[in-house]
């Protein structure tokens, strides 16, 4: 059974002073009815837009408006609220809270939260278009950004100022999903020296996720090998995003440039066959995702000398089949994962081959993508993707490989559901 995307998730939303404000209730209302909770810190120009009576009926809880509150200090002190949530969310995040926040002012409760948080942080930005668009929001907007906040919007269009152009918050359920897709990456602040933190209990707490990702080298002698051009980004990426969510996780990872994500138990490998004894001995596992670009064909008769340009014949390449690690583990007599994903990268006719992609290798789901040259995926940091399982086809917008990650992942996860 698929669980709310926010079960048991915690958010603490800043609500800023603008006009925006009002839509900050309905975003309260989609967070719960996604199965989240929410508290709320209203700064004194946000009360003037919304009520603290029509934010506590929403939210169920108390809301909190002042620094030094002694009743909120005995109850919960001001660092404790910004670190109990798993989650801030600033909406409408107003040109005066981006500045505080980018220079780390801390002259009233909500700064001082968004100082004190150890949580990632979500900005929808709402603003008169000049407020926008002047060099200092836009500095305060880069250095959030650098500093790890991620943001969201805003929209362009009519303003209830009546200019025109870019400053409307991001609609509630844009602002909703980008707090889903936040889950699925890691939800602390990055640490200084790019160790993660251990993840928190996610939906994929207590379960193993197997992972293959990369390209495969086949020898043709000892200096010379086939390979492909897949960089293992997006591989890379989903298991940064299942240990996010709070699973164990196997990376059985091609010869690429990428860093070991901390955290994830890396088994580095150069050929398919040395990648399907990896997965073989990875087993058992309770959701595995086959990310590589495994070379169909190695060659035949490896050479064990270099092979030498000597005048006489050219010398033939004579292929022969590598082991299909997907449609073997997903036909696996004793040991095949509950729910087994395969890739399909493919130049023409994309969900056409995929579709039957999954059905002769034997896998629940299938996520396809173009990878034609002209789509620019191999190597690229962007990606569409189409899944593809026994319902038909979902295709997600045009994202970054990460968010990507973090959106598939939250999909699986809610398919193998919590071992905890
Ligand atoms: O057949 P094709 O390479 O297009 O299939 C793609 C899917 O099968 C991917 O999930 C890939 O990781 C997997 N695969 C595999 N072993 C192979 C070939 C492909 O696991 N030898």
Redesign the pocket.
């Known amino acids: 059974m698929a669980q709310p995307v926010l079960q048991g998730r915690s958010i603490l939303l800043v609500i800023g002073g603008g006009i925006a404000a009002y839509k900050s209730a309905e975003l309260v209302r989609l967070i719960r009815k996604a199965g989240g909770d929410v508290r709320v810190i209203l700064t004194r120009a946000g009360s003037q837009f919304v009520t603290p009576l029509t934010l506590a009926s929403l939210t169920g809880n108390k809301v909190h408006e002042d620094l030094f509150s002694l009743t909120d200090e005995v109850e919960m002190g001001h660092i404790e609220l910004s670190r109990s949530a798993d989650l801030v969310v600033v909406a409408p995040a107003t040109a005066d809270l981006m500045a505080k926040a980018a220079h780390g002012l801390a002259n009233d409760l909500a700064s001082t939260a968004l100082l004190a948080t150890d949580k990632r942080i979500l900005m929808a930005p709402a603003m008169n278009v000049r407020m926008w668009l002047h060099p200092a929001t836009q500095r305060n907007l880069e250095t959030l950004k650098r500093d790890g906040v991620r943001v969201v919007g805003p929209d362009s269009g009519e303003m209830a100022c009546g200019e025109f152009g870019p400053g409307r918050m991001a609609e509630p359920a844009a602002i909703l999903e980008a707090i889903v897709t936040t889950f699925a990456g890691p939800t602390a602040i990055p640490l200084p020296d790019g160790q993660a933190p251990a993840p928190g209990p996610g939906p994929l707490a207590g379960r193993h996720v197997l992972i293959?990702a990369g390209p495969t080298h086949e020898p043709i002698d000892p200096v010379r090998y086939i390979a492909n051009r897949s960089s293992g980004k997006q591989g890379y990426a989903l298991a940064e995003a299942a240990r996010a969510l709070g699973a164990r996780v196997t990376l059985v990872s091609g010869p690429v440039t990428l860093p070991d994500p901390p955290g994830i138990a890396v088994i580095r490998v150069e050929t398919?066959r040395e990648m399907d004894r990896a997965v073989e001995q990875a087993l058992p596992a309770d959701l595995a995702i086959?990310?590589?670009?495994?070379?169909?064909w190695r060659v035949e008769d490896e050479a064990g000398q270099k092979l030498k340009k000597d005048g006489k014949a050219i010398p033939p390449l004579r292929l022969t089949e590598?082991?299909?690690?997907?449609?073997r583990i997903a036909r696996h007599p004793t040991q095949r994962p509950p729910l087994v994903i395969?890739?399909?990268?493919e130049t023409e006719n994309v969900i056409g081959h995929a579709t039957a992609?999954r059905l002769r290798?034997g896998c629940d789901i299938i996520v396809a993508n173009d990878v034609s040259p002209a789509s620019g995926v191999m190597g690229g940091d962007r990606n569409i993707v189409h899944v593809i399982d026994e319902a038909g086809v979902t295709t997600l917008p045009d994202m970054a490989k990460a968010e990507v990650a973090a959106a598939l992942m939250q999909r699986f996860a809610g398919l193998v559901g919590s071992g905890a």
């Not at 395969?342 to 990268?345: D, L, P, V, W």
């Open positions: 293959t398919a086959f990310a590589a670009a495994v070379a169909d590598n082991p299909d690690i997907l449609a395969g890739f399909a990268a992609k290798k």
